[in-house]
């Protein structure tokens, strides 16, 4: 079992910038692949980034390259999404995810969840 637990979301303008982390307990966080995940309102759980155990590779969706950066410290048992050049639809709530299989986009790849951190960005 792997907890994790999300912070650092908030109130920002559009064009304004979040760090949000994931910190995790449990097993050894340095097996797995992390992935952050996003869900606005009346709207399906979509992927945003995912970094592999080792933070060597990395996969980030369309809609947010060049703007996010996904990173992690093993040391540290946490997973970081920072957020820049925010706009009003990148509102919702994020989450981070932990997997063990092979680095993937897809929610239902991974097995264990965050409860979630919310960011709304004002136009």
């Known amino acids: 079992q792997v907890q994790l637990v999300e912070s650092g979301g908030g109130l920002v303008q559009a064009g304004g910038s979040l760090r949000l982390s994931c910190a995790a307990s449990g097993r050894t966080f340095s097996i797995y692949n992390m992935g952050w995940f996003r869900q606005a309102p009346g709207k399906e759980r979509e992927f945003v980034a995912a970094i592999s155990y080792s933070g060597i590779v990395t996969y980030y969706a369309d809609s947010v390259k060049g703007r996010f950066t996904i990173s992690r410290d093993n040391a540290k048992d946490t997973v970081y999404l920072q957020m820049n050049s925010l706009k009003a639809e990148d509102t919702a709530v994020y989450y981070c995810?932990?997997?063990?299989?092979?680095?993937?986009?897809?929610?239902?790849?991974?097995?264990?969840w965050g409860q979630g951190t919310q960011v709304t960005v004002s136009s």
């Open positions: 995810a932990a997997d063990r299989t092979a680095l993937g986009l897809s929610r239902r790849k991974y097995d264990y």
